[in-house]
Protein backbone atom coordinates (compact mmCIF):
# COMPACT_ATOMS: atom_id res chain seq x y z
CA UNK A 1 0.00 0.00 0.00
CA UNK A 2 1.22 3.60 -0.55
CA UNK A 3 1.61 6.66 2.44
CA UNK A 4 2.60 6.08 5.41
CA UNK A 5 1.52 3.04 6.22
CA UNK A 6 3.84 1.35 3.92
CA UNK A 7 5.52 -1.78 5.12
CA UNK A 8 9.05 -2.06 3.89
CA UNK A 9 9.77 -5.90 4.52
CA UNK A 10 7.46 -8.02 2.23
CA UNK A 11 7.03 -11.89 2.82
CA UNK A 12 4.12 -14.27 2.32
CA UNK A 13 2.82 -16.31 4.45
CA UNK A 14 -0.06 -18.94 4.84
CA UNK A 15 -1.92 -17.84 7.89
CA UNK A 16 -4.09 -19.50 9.75
CA UNK A 17 -6.63 -18.43 12.83
CA UNK A 18 -5.67 -18.94 16.04
CA UNK A 19 -7.72 -21.36 17.44
CA UNK A 20 -8.29 -22.07 21.71
CA UNK A 21 -10.02 -24.67 23.31
CA UNK A 22 -9.11 -24.25 26.67
CA UNK A 23 -12.83 -24.66 27.53
CA UNK A 24 -12.79 -22.63 30.59
CA UNK A 25 -15.15 -20.62 29.67
CA UNK A 26 -17.59 -23.21 29.81
CA UNK A 27 -20.51 -22.85 32.87
CA UNK A 28 -22.43 -25.51 34.29
CA UNK A 29 -24.38 -23.37 36.55
CA UNK A 30 -25.52 -20.10 36.87
CA UNK A 31 -24.53 -18.72 40.29
CA UNK A 32 -21.70 -16.45 39.22
CA UNK A 33 -18.92 -18.94 39.74
CA UNK A 34 -16.27 -20.35 37.44
CA UNK A 35 -17.84 -23.83 36.33
CA UNK A 36 -16.02 -27.23 35.50
CA UNK A 37 -14.85 -27.85 32.23
CA UNK A 38 -17.45 -29.32 30.13
CA UNK A 39 -16.59 -29.90 26.87
CA UNK A 40 -13.99 -27.97 24.26
CA UNK A 41 -15.53 -25.45 22.25
CA UNK A 42 -13.54 -24.58 18.91
CA UNK A 43 -14.48 -22.51 16.07
CA UNK A 44 -12.88 -24.17 12.94
CA UNK A 45 -11.98 -21.39 10.30
CA UNK A 46 -10.66 -22.18 6.83
CA UNK A 47 -7.01 -20.71 6.24
CA UNK A 48 -6.77 -17.61 3.87
CA UNK A 49 -3.84 -16.78 1.78
CA UNK A 50 -2.44 -14.25 3.21
CA UNK A 51 0.33 -11.85 1.96
CA UNK A 52 2.08 -10.31 4.66
CA UNK A 53 4.56 -7.58 4.75
CA UNK A 54 6.34 -8.36 8.10
CA UNK A 55 5.56 -10.97 10.92
CA UNK A 56 4.85 -14.06 9.98
CA UNK A 57 2.24 -15.98 12.45
CA UNK A 58 2.27 -19.56 11.98
CA UNK A 59 -1.16 -21.28 12.24
CA UNK A 60 -2.39 -23.85 14.58
CA UNK A 61 -1.98 -27.81 12.87
CA UNK A 62 -4.22 -30.75 13.72
CA UNK A 63 -2.29 -33.94 15.21
CA UNK A 64 -4.09 -37.22 14.01
CA UNK A 65 -3.76 -40.42 16.25
CA UNK A 66 -3.66 -43.44 14.67
CA UNK A 67 -3.97 -47.12 15.69
CA UNK A 68 -2.27 -50.22 15.64
CA UNK A 69 -4.77 -53.47 15.70
CA UNK A 70 -2.84 -57.09 16.59
CA UNK A 71 -4.91 -60.16 14.50
CA UNK A 72 -4.62 -63.35 15.39
CA UNK A 73 -4.41 -66.11 12.83
CA UNK A 74 -7.69 -68.04 12.92
CA UNK A 75 -6.28 -71.58 13.33
CA UNK A 76 -5.63 -70.39 16.87
CA UNK A 77 -8.40 -69.29 17.60
CA UNK A 78 -10.19 -71.53 20.48
CA UNK A 79 -6.69 -73.02 21.69
CA UNK A 80 -5.85 -73.04 24.44
CA UNK A 81 -2.97 -71.21 26.08
CA UNK A 82 0.40 -73.66 25.53
CA UNK A 83 -1.21 -75.83 22.77
CA UNK A 84 -0.88 -76.73 19.57
CA UNK A 85 -4.75 -76.25 17.92
CA UNK A 86 -3.50 -78.26 14.73
CA UNK A 87 -2.09 -81.18 17.46
CA UNK A 88 -4.59 -84.24 16.26
CA UNK A 89 -7.64 -85.31 19.12
CA UNK A 90 -7.01 -88.44 21.44
CA UNK A 91 -6.97 -91.75 20.24
CA UNK A 92 -9.29 -92.91 22.17
CA UNK A 93 -12.23 -90.64 20.14
CA UNK A 94 -10.95 -92.71 17.40
CA UNK A 95 -10.71 -89.25 14.99
CA UNK A 96 -6.93 -90.40 14.50
CA UNK A 97 -4.47 -92.97 13.48
CA UNK A 98 -1.70 -91.51 15.92
CA UNK A 99 -0.39 -94.01 18.34
CA UNK A 100 -2.08 -92.58 22.45
CA UNK A 101 -0.50 -89.64 23.54
CA UNK A 102 2.33 -90.27 26.28
CA UNK A 103 0.85 -88.90 29.46
CA UNK A 104 3.08 -87.80 32.50
CA UNK A 105 2.86 -89.93 35.72
CA UNK A 106 0.87 -87.61 38.40
CA UNK A 107 3.34 -87.09 40.37
CA UNK A 108 6.03 -86.33 37.66
CA UNK A 109 3.10 -83.36 36.75
CA UNK A 110 2.82 -81.77 40.30
CA UNK A 111 6.67 -81.13 40.23
CA UNK A 112 7.00 -80.13 36.23
CA UNK A 113 7.03 -76.73 35.51
CA UNK A 114 3.95 -75.54 33.42
CA UNK A 115 4.50 -75.03 29.64
CA UNK A 116 6.35 -71.89 28.74
CA UNK A 117 3.69 -69.12 27.18
CA UNK A 118 4.73 -65.65 25.18
CA UNK A 119 2.94 -63.08 26.53
CA UNK A 120 1.92 -60.34 23.54
CA UNK A 121 3.19 -56.84 24.75
CA UNK A 122 -0.03 -54.75 25.40
CA UNK A 123 -0.86 -51.84 22.86
CA UNK A 124 -0.80 -48.51 24.36
CA UNK A 125 -4.66 -47.56 24.08
CA UNK A 126 -5.58 -45.34 21.20
CA UNK A 127 -5.53 -41.56 21.70
CA UNK A 128 -8.27 -39.85 21.57
CA UNK A 129 -9.33 -35.92 20.84
CA UNK A 130 -11.43 -34.15 22.73
CA UNK A 131 -15.44 -34.37 21.82
CA UNK A 132 -15.85 -30.93 19.67
CA UNK A 133 -18.76 -29.01 20.23
CA UNK A 134 -20.52 -27.54 17.15
CA UNK A 135 -22.09 -24.64 18.44
CA UNK A 136 -20.31 -21.60 19.41
CA UNK A 137 -21.37 -20.04 23.25
CA UNK A 138 -22.86 -16.71 23.85
CA UNK A 139 -23.21 -15.55 27.52
CA UNK A 140 -25.89 -13.23 28.53
CA UNK A 141 -26.31 -11.46 32.02
CA UNK A 142 -29.32 -9.69 32.91
CA UNK A 143 -28.24 -6.88 34.84
CA UNK A 144 -29.57 -3.76 36.45
CA UNK A 145 -26.13 -2.85 37.71
CA UNK A 146 -23.41 -2.68 35.41
CA UNK A 147 -20.35 -3.32 37.58
CA UNK A 148 -21.90 -6.30 39.10
CA UNK A 149 -23.06 -7.46 35.84
CA UNK A 150 -19.65 -7.27 34.18
CA UNK A 151 -18.13 -8.98 37.49
CA UNK A 152 -20.36 -11.76 37.48
CA UNK A 153 -19.80 -12.34 33.64
CA UNK A 154 -16.12 -12.16 33.30
CA UNK A 155 -16.28 -14.61 36.11
CA UNK A 156 -18.36 -16.67 34.58
CA UNK A 157 -16.79 -16.20 30.96
CA UNK A 158 -13.20 -16.58 32.61
CA UNK A 159 -10.42 -15.04 32.30
CA UNK A 160 -7.33 -17.07 31.84
CA UNK A 161 -6.34 -15.86 28.98
CA UNK A 162 -4.79 -13.12 30.15
CA UNK A 163 -2.53 -15.04 32.55
CA UNK A 164 1.03 -13.39 31.76
CA UNK A 165 0.35 -11.79 28.69
CA UNK A 166 -0.28 -8.34 27.55
CA UNK A 167 -3.53 -7.14 26.69
CA UNK A 168 -4.94 -4.74 24.26
CA UNK A 169 -8.64 -3.09 24.91
CA UNK A 170 -10.90 -2.13 21.99
CA UNK A 171 -13.19 0.37 23.17
CA UNK A 172 -16.08 2.13 20.87
CA UNK A 173 -14.79 5.98 21.09
CA UNK A 174 -16.14 6.97 17.91
CA UNK A 175 -17.07 10.44 19.79
CA UNK A 176 -17.52 12.75 22.71
CA UNK A 177 -21.41 11.40 22.96
CA UNK A 178 -22.50 9.73 25.78
CA UNK A 179 -23.39 6.08 26.53
CA UNK A 180 -24.45 3.90 24.45
CA UNK A 181 -22.72 6.01 21.96
CA UNK A 182 -19.48 4.99 22.94
CA UNK A 183 -18.36 2.15 25.70
CA UNK A 184 -19.16 3.36 29.56
CA UNK A 185 -15.74 4.57 31.82
CA UNK A 186 -17.05 1.76 33.74
CA UNK A 187 -16.95 -1.04 31.65
CA UNK A 188 -12.91 -0.15 31.01
CA UNK A 189 -12.28 0.44 34.65
CA UNK A 190 -14.44 -2.67 35.36
CA UNK A 191 -12.62 -4.83 32.94
CA UNK A 192 -8.92 -4.06 33.87
CA UNK A 193 -9.75 -4.91 37.17
CA UNK A 194 -10.42 -8.01 35.49
CA UNK A 195 -7.46 -8.40 33.63
CA UNK A 196 -5.13 -7.78 36.58
CA UNK A 197 -7.18 -10.04 38.71
CA UNK A 198 -6.27 -12.83 36.32
CA UNK A 199 -2.66 -11.73 36.25
CA UNK A 200 -2.45 -9.73 33.17
CA UNK A 201 0.79 -8.02 32.25
CA UNK A 202 0.64 -4.59 30.49
CA UNK A 203 -2.34 -3.20 29.29
CA UNK A 204 -3.07 -0.73 26.54
CA UNK A 205 -6.26 0.60 25.39
CA UNK A 206 -5.86 1.54 21.46
CA UNK A 207 -8.89 3.93 19.69
CA UNK A 208 -9.09 5.74 16.27
CA UNK A 209 -12.26 7.87 16.19
CA UNK A 210 -11.61 8.44 12.61
CA UNK A 211 -12.17 11.25 10.48
CA UNK A 212 -9.10 12.89 11.99
CA UNK A 213 -10.85 13.72 15.03
CA UNK A 214 -9.07 10.76 17.04
CA UNK A 215 -7.21 13.68 19.31
CA UNK A 216 -9.84 15.68 19.92
CA UNK A 217 -12.34 12.97 21.12
CA UNK A 218 -10.60 11.47 23.56
CA UNK A 219 -9.06 14.79 25.26
CA UNK A 220 -12.70 15.60 25.31
CA UNK A 221 -13.52 12.28 26.93
CA UNK A 222 -10.67 12.48 29.20
CA UNK A 223 -9.72 9.79 28.12
CA UNK A 224 -5.21 10.01 28.73
CA UNK A 225 -6.83 10.65 32.49
CA UNK A 226 -8.76 7.66 32.49
CA UNK A 227 -6.06 5.68 31.78
CA UNK A 228 -3.21 7.44 33.79
CA UNK A 229 -5.72 6.33 36.81
CA UNK A 230 -5.73 2.78 35.75
CA UNK A 231 -2.07 2.91 34.96
CA UNK A 232 -2.77 1.70 31.79
CA UNK A 233 -1.68 3.19 28.31
CA UNK A 234 -3.34 5.11 25.61
CA UNK A 235 -2.37 4.50 22.13
CA UNK A 236 -3.45 6.52 19.39
CA UNK A 237 -3.90 4.80 16.52
CA UNK A 238 -3.63 7.64 14.16
CA UNK A 239 -0.58 8.55 15.40
CA UNK A 240 1.59 5.12 15.14
CA UNK A 241 4.19 5.15 12.43
CA UNK A 242 4.51 2.82 9.42
CA UNK A 243 6.34 0.27 11.34
CA UNK A 244 3.94 -0.08 13.69
CA UNK A 245 1.49 -1.56 10.98
CA UNK A 246 1.28 -4.72 9.46
CA UNK A 247 -0.64 -5.71 6.21
CA UNK A 248 -2.67 -8.91 5.12
CA UNK A 249 -4.66 -9.72 1.94
CA UNK A 250 -6.53 -12.86 1.07
CA UNK A 251 -8.49 -13.60 -2.05
CA UNK A 252 -11.86 -11.91 -2.97
CA UNK A 253 -11.41 -9.01 0.03
CA UNK A 254 -13.22 -6.31 -0.91
CA UNK A 255 -10.07 -4.00 -0.20
CA UNK A 256 -7.84 -2.84 -2.81
CA UNK A 257 -4.44 -4.31 -2.45
CA UNK A 258 -3.82 -4.97 1.47
CA UNK A 259 -5.31 -4.04 4.19
CA UNK A 260 -2.49 -2.69 7.27
CA UNK A 261 -3.68 -2.68 10.84
CA UNK A 262 -1.73 -1.88 13.86
CA UNK A 263 0.66 -4.62 14.76
CA UNK A 264 -0.96 -5.05 18.62
CA UNK A 265 -3.79 -7.05 16.93
CA UNK A 266 -1.08 -9.39 15.12
CA UNK A 267 1.37 -10.23 17.79
CA UNK A 268 0.93 -12.04 21.27
CA UNK A 269 -1.04 -9.80 23.02
CA UNK A 270 -4.49 -10.63 24.06
CA UNK A 271 -7.38 -9.03 22.62
CA UNK A 272 -10.28 -7.81 24.14
CA UNK A 273 -12.98 -6.23 22.39
CA UNK A 274 -15.53 -3.54 24.25
CA UNK A 275 -18.58 -2.72 21.95
CA UNK A 276 -22.33 -1.37 22.48
CA UNK A 277 -25.37 -2.12 21.04
CA UNK A 278 -26.90 -0.04 18.30
CA UNK A 279 -27.83 0.84 14.94
CA UNK A 280 -25.47 2.50 12.44
CA UNK A 281 -28.10 4.96 10.08
CA UNK A 282 -25.02 5.83 7.94
CA UNK A 283 -24.94 2.88 6.21
CA UNK A 284 -23.39 0.28 8.52
CA UNK A 285 -27.13 -1.05 9.24
CA UNK A 286 -25.31 -1.92 13.16
CA UNK A 287 -22.21 -1.37 15.26
CA UNK A 288 -21.20 -4.27 17.79
CA UNK A 289 -18.27 -6.56 17.48
CA UNK A 290 -17.72 -6.86 13.62
CA UNK A 291 -18.29 -3.04 12.58
CA UNK A 292 -16.11 -1.96 15.78
CA UNK A 293 -12.96 -3.29 13.50
CA UNK A 294 -13.57 -0.09 11.33
CA UNK A 295 -11.89 1.93 14.01
CA UNK A 296 -7.93 -0.46 13.64
CA UNK A 297 -7.54 0.61 9.97
CA UNK A 298 -5.72 3.40 8.56
CA UNK A 299 -7.61 6.99 8.59
CA UNK A 300 -6.86 7.59 5.13
CA UNK A 301 -8.32 3.72 3.78
CA UNK A 302 -11.80 4.96 5.06
CA UNK A 303 -12.90 7.18 2.91
CA UNK A 304 -12.97 3.99 0.14
CA UNK A 305 -15.21 1.91 2.81
CA UNK A 306 -17.59 5.05 2.98
CA UNK A 307 -17.97 5.45 -0.57
CA UNK A 308 -17.79 1.31 -1.21
CA UNK A 309 -21.91 1.32 -1.07
CA UNK A 310 -20.55 -1.85 1.20
CA UNK A 311 -19.91 -0.91 4.43
CA UNK A 312 -20.93 -4.16 5.96
CA UNK A 313 -19.15 -6.37 4.00
CA UNK A 314 -16.02 -4.22 4.02
CA UNK A 315 -15.95 -4.17 7.61
CA UNK A 316 -16.24 -8.04 8.13
CA UNK A 317 -13.27 -7.99 5.91
CA UNK A 318 -11.12 -6.71 8.42
CA UNK A 319 -12.07 -9.07 10.83
CA UNK A 320 -9.86 -11.52 8.94
CA UNK A 321 -7.14 -9.84 10.52
CA UNK A 322 -7.15 -10.85 13.60
CA UNK A 323 -8.94 -13.09 16.59
CA UNK A 324 -9.93 -11.57 19.45
CA UNK A 325 -9.54 -13.55 23.09
CA UNK A 326 -12.75 -11.90 24.56
CA UNK A 327 -15.66 -9.72 23.27
CA UNK A 328 -17.92 -8.30 25.73
CA UNK A 329 -20.51 -6.09 24.50
CA UNK A 330 -22.65 -3.91 27.12
CA UNK A 331 -25.96 -4.26 26.24
CA UNK A 332 -27.61 -2.47 28.81
CA UNK A 333 -28.64 0.45 26.96
CA UNK A 334 -29.14 0.41 22.97
CA UNK A 335 -30.25 2.53 20.43
CA UNK A 336 -32.61 0.45 18.53
CA UNK A 337 -32.87 3.34 15.63
CA UNK A 338 -30.50 6.12 14.29
CA UNK A 339 -26.98 5.97 15.83
CA UNK A 340 -24.03 5.14 15.74
CA UNK A 341 -23.70 8.45 18.10
CA UNK A 342 -27.87 9.17 18.51
CA UNK A 343 -30.67 7.49 18.58
CA UNK A 344 -33.93 6.08 19.77
CA UNK A 345 -32.97 4.36 22.90
CA UNK A 346 -33.86 1.22 24.66
CA UNK A 347 -32.75 -0.59 27.66
CA UNK A 348 -32.34 -4.70 27.96
CA UNK A 349 -30.13 -4.44 30.78
CA UNK A 350 -28.18 -6.98 29.13
CA UNK A 351 -24.06 -8.16 28.96
CA UNK A 352 -22.93 -10.23 26.37
CA UNK A 353 -20.00 -12.24 26.22
CA UNK A 354 -18.66 -14.90 23.61
CA UNK A 355 -15.16 -15.28 21.42
CA UNK A 356 -17.12 -15.62 18.43
CA UNK A 357 -18.06 -12.08 16.74
CA UNK A 358 -20.43 -13.09 14.23
CA UNK A 359 -22.54 -15.50 16.89
CA UNK A 360 -22.38 -12.49 19.25
CA UNK A 361 -23.67 -9.98 16.49
CA UNK A 362 -26.12 -12.15 15.61
CA UNK A 363 -27.59 -12.41 19.54
CA UNK A 364 -27.06 -8.61 19.41
CA UNK A 365 -29.52 -7.83 15.86
CA UNK A 366 -32.12 -10.16 18.29
CA UNK A 367 -31.76 -8.25 21.16
CA UNK A 368 -32.61 -5.12 18.59
CA UNK A 369 -35.50 -7.20 17.12
CA UNK A 370 -36.86 -7.72 20.65
CA UNK A 371 -36.81 -4.19 21.81
CA UNK A 372 -39.13 -3.08 19.10
CA UNK A 373 -36.54 -1.91 16.49
CA UNK A 374 -38.13 -0.50 13.41
CA UNK A 375 -34.69 0.08 11.49
CA UNK A 376 -35.48 -0.90 8.05
CA UNK A 377 -32.19 -2.85 7.87
CA UNK A 378 -32.67 -4.72 11.24
CA UNK A 379 -36.08 -6.38 9.63
CA UNK A 380 -34.02 -8.59 7.64
CA UNK A 381 -33.33 -12.38 8.43
CA UNK A 382 -30.38 -12.08 10.60
CA UNK A 383 -27.66 -14.31 8.76
CA UNK A 384 -28.51 -12.01 5.63
CA UNK A 385 -27.13 -8.95 7.31
CA UNK A 386 -23.77 -8.22 5.12
CA UNK A 387 -21.65 -7.54 8.13
CA UNK A 388 -23.07 -10.90 9.33
CA UNK A 389 -23.43 -12.93 5.61
CA UNK A 390 -19.80 -11.48 5.28
CA UNK A 391 -18.18 -12.42 8.39
CA UNK A 392 -19.68 -16.22 7.56
CA UNK A 393 -18.73 -16.38 4.61
CA UNK A 394 -14.79 -16.19 5.81
CA UNK A 395 -15.30 -18.78 8.62
CA UNK A 396 -14.63 -15.79 10.98
CA UNK A 397 -17.15 -17.12 13.58
CA UNK A 398 -20.67 -19.34 13.19
CA UNK A 399 -22.30 -19.91 9.59
CA UNK A 400 -26.00 -20.05 11.14
CA UNK A 401 -28.12 -19.31 13.96
CA UNK A 402 -28.48 -23.32 14.72
CA UNK A 403 -24.89 -22.84 15.48
CA UNK A 404 -24.98 -20.30 18.58
CA UNK A 405 -25.65 -21.72 22.17
CA UNK A 406 -27.19 -19.14 24.65
CA UNK A 407 -26.38 -19.75 28.03
CA UNK A 408 -28.46 -17.20 29.91
CA UNK A 409 -28.91 -16.69 33.75
CA UNK A 410 -32.37 -15.80 32.90
CA UNK A 411 -34.34 -18.06 31.33
CA UNK A 412 -36.93 -16.02 29.86
CA UNK A 413 -34.55 -13.88 28.17
CA UNK A 414 -32.91 -16.63 26.95
CA UNK A 415 -36.37 -18.15 25.21
CA UNK A 416 -36.88 -14.57 24.05
CA UNK A 417 -34.11 -14.48 22.20
CA UNK A 418 -33.71 -18.07 21.09
CA UNK A 419 -37.04 -17.49 19.49
CA UNK A 420 -35.58 -14.58 17.37
CA UNK A 421 -32.39 -16.80 16.04
CA UNK A 422 -34.96 -19.43 15.36
CA UNK A 423 -37.01 -17.30 12.95
CA UNK A 424 -34.39 -15.34 12.25
Not at 108 to 121: A, G, I, K, L, V
Not at 314 to 326: K, R, V
Not at 333 to 340: K, L, T
Not at 364 to 378: D, F, M, R
Request: hydrophobic letters at 35%; aromatic letters at 4%; charged letters at 25%.
Amino acid sequence: MSGTYAIEKQECAAVSKKTKTDGSDQPSRLDGQRPEQQEATSKTKQPSAVSRRTVVTVGAGAVAASVLAACTPDSQLGAEPGTNSSAPPDSRGGASQQPPERRTPPEQRETQPPPETRETPEEPPPRREPPVSAKSKVYIVKAADRVAGLNQMMTWFGMDFAQGRDVLIKPNLVSNDPYPAITHNDTIRTVVAQLRKAGCKDIVLGESAGLGRTTQVLTELKTQALCDSLNIKLTNFDDLSSEHWESFSFDGMFWEGELAIPKLFRGDHAVVLLPNCKTHNLGGHFTMSLKLAVGITPVPRRSALHSSGNIPGWSADINAGFEPDLVLMDALSCFVDGGPTRGTLAHPGLIVASKDRVALDAVGVAILKAHKSTAAPIQKKIFEHGQIARAAELKIGVTSADQIELVCDDEATRKQLQSILDVG
